[in-house]
């Protein structure tokens, strides 16, 4: 059973920062590139940020030098680190990996206050 479990989201006023976290069941997504998408209300998800499993970095272009993703194999775990934080970054935020078909967390709601 693939499990994806996000947490750390919630309401932080602009310019702030939080760190989400996005714990994988089985050894394997060690190997598997990760990512992290967002949804805001009436708009289509999108890529916020990927990692490779030898940890190479891939960045929507309006998260570039605010958001970190990263991961600790050994705890199965994917990081999110997002600073400066504007309103537009409002959204739930859901880890998702590919195997055999994708597969999604259940989403961790970020509001940002302006």
């Known amino acids: 059973q693939v499990q994806l479990v996000e947490s750390g989201g919630g309401l932080v006023q602009a310019g702030g920062s939080l760190r989400l976290s996005c714990a994988a069941s089985g050894s394997i997504f060690r190997f598997r590139t990760m990512d992290w998408y967002r949804q805001a209300p009436g708009k289509e998800r999108e890529l916020v940020a990927s990692i490779t499993g030898g940890g190479s970095t891939n960045y929507a272009g309006s998260m570039k030098g605010r958001f970190t993703i990263s991961r600790d194999n050994a705890k199965n775990t994917v990081y999110l680190q997002m600073n400066s934080l504007k309103p537009e970054d409002t959204a739930v935020y859901y880890c998702?990996?590919?195997?055999?078909?994708?597969?999604w967390g259940q989403g961790t709601q970020v509001t940002v206050s302006s």
């Open positions: 998702h990996v590919f195997l055999i078909r994708d597969y």
